[in-house]
């Protein structure tokens, strides 16, 4: 009833409506099973070769392979700078006079002798702080709020995470998901409590010693930092990463495929379907140059975007991911959730009760039975229910629990 609702009204106001679950997994679960299965078509701004593409990368999510690698964009609707909002805003820390200005902030200018040049000029002015500009940028970057795709990717249920971004929009809402991550590399004493993790690969702003910009960042990285690279570089060849926000035009990571082509090359094994790139704009050019990836553009080829539009289906498209990578269905034997069950899976939740109450003690050994209730635990079954009397016979609820656990992950 509340998503028959909040569709018609979200028509009728035209309002973006969000339903926020915060008790358990159970609601989510359904509320995603409903969306993708109710007949009506929850996501109509997208194109049916964009369904395709939102069914394939959720069936990776499901299978823990899919990454996020976050670029700047993601962050740019929390009010976080592009790269040249950025470079413009140092420029004016530096109190570059207006023709210097002019001069630096032209397109045909390298992106990093545009940063390299601020540095040389904050550095001036601050000769006693070999952190100013580093401290300059955390400054810039870091907002407070994020929008809603760092909402979106950190939903995705992924161990690694990448960004090239130097504020914690990420951070933030991982945690307030439910599923905080620690971060790589980080000043902090490592929790091993935290099995999901980010790597910042070019600094954060609550380390301002490790952000990366001007040339002689990027020139030095792989001396004081190769093992970072080394990460990606392995998350290339094992998994399926998702880049978000990231306009390809970054020196380090082209450096990072020529790596990874190089050794595949070696090994004969041609590199492909290493990841998919979701773009405002299509550019042939990045698409044939970087033929390892698939590339899903939202605005037509060759059409100017206004990248409000395409920037919005993008966020519709990565709430379908989230919709196809959930696939656990915790709300089938608990009653609180009867009413949106189907008929089929009414008769389904039955079957299964009636065959677990039937069950005499004696098939309840303490290693088979286990397995069952770490089933039954997935499924939803309250402890209390009067199904299952001794349900978790020879196994206390805590290792039932973590049983059930290491086998979703």
């Given amino acids: 009833m509340l998503l028959d609702e909040a569709r018609a009204l979200a028509v009728e106001f035209e309002v973006d409506i969000a339903i926020v679950l915060r008790d358990d997994a159970k609601a989510y679960a359904l509320a995603q099973h409903l969306r993708k299965t109710s007949g009506v078509n929850a996501w109509p701004e997208l194109n049916a070769g964009e369904m395709d593409h939102a069914r394939r990368l959720g069936g990776l999510a499901r299978m823990g392979r899919l990454v996020p690698f976050m670029?700047?964009?993601?962050?740019?609707?929390?009010?976080?700078?592009?790269?040249?909002?950025?470079?413009?805003?140092?420029?004016?820390?530096?109190?570059?006079?207006?023709?210097v200005r002019r001069a630096l902030l032209d397109k045909g200018r390298d992106v990093l002798d545009q940063a390299t040049f601020v540095r040389q000029a904050i550095d001036e002015r601050s000769p006693n702080d070999p952190l100013a500009f580093a401290r300059a940028i955390a400054a810039i970057t870091d907002v407070p709020r994020y929008g809603l795709a760092p909402a979106l990717l950190a939903s995705l249920d992924s161990e690694q995470a990448i960004t090239l971004n130097y504020d914690r929009l990420f951070e933030l809402a991982a945690g307030d998901g439910g599923m905080p991550r620690r971060t790589i590399p980080s000043t902090a004493p490592r929790d091993h409590t935290h099995d999901r993790w980010l790597l910042k690969l070019h600094g954060s702003v609550?380390?301002?010693?490790?952000?990366?910009?001007?040339?002689?960042?990027?020139?030095?990285?792989?001396?004081?930092?190769?093992?970072?690279?080394?990460?990606?570089?392995?998350?290339?060849?094992?998994?399926?990463?998702?880049?978000?926000?990231?306009?390809?035009?970054?020196?380090?990571f082209h450096e990072i495929i020529h790596d990874v082509r190089r050794a595949m090359k070696s090994s004969g094994v041609p590199l492909s379907g290493i990841g998919t790139v979701l773009t405002l704009q299509e550019d042939r050019l990045d698409r044939e140059l970087l033929r390892e990836l698939q590339f899903v553009p939202f605005s037509p080829d060759g059409r100017e975007p206004d990248f409000a539009s395409p920037a919005r289906r993008l966020e519709i498209f990565l709430d379908a991911v989230l919709a196809f990578a959930s696939d656990a269905h915790p709300y089938l034997l608990d009653a609180t959730y009867n009413d949106g069950l189907s008929d089929d899976e009414r008769l389904l939740r039955d079957a299964i009760l009636r065959m677990v109450s039937d069950l005499p003690v004696g098939?309840?050994?303490?290693?088979?039975?286990?397995?069952?209730?770490?089933?039954?635990?997935?499924?939803?079954?309250?402890?209390?229910?009067?199904?299952?009397?001794d349900r978790g016979a020879g196994e206390s609820p805590d290792a039932r629990r973590s049983t059930a656990s290491r086998r979703n992950r």
């Fill in 71 to 99: 670029g700047a964009g993601v962050s740019v609707s929390a009010g976080a700078p592009t790269w040249s909002q950025l470079i413009e805003k140092l420029a004016e820390r530096a109190e570059l006079e207006r023709d």
């Fill in 206 to 252: 609550d380390d301002p010693g490790s952000i990366v910009l001007s040339r002689s960042d990027y020139l030095g990285f792989n001396t004081d930092r190769a093992a970072l690279s080394s990460i990606v570089k392995a998350t290339l060849l094992t998994r399926h990463v998702l880049f978000v926000g990231f306009g390809m035009r970054d020196d380090h």
């Fill in 363 to 389: 098939a309840r050994s303490p290693t088979s039975w286990a397995v069952v209730a770490a089933m039954l635990d997935d499924l939803g079954l309250p402890h209390d229910s009067p199904h299952v009397p």
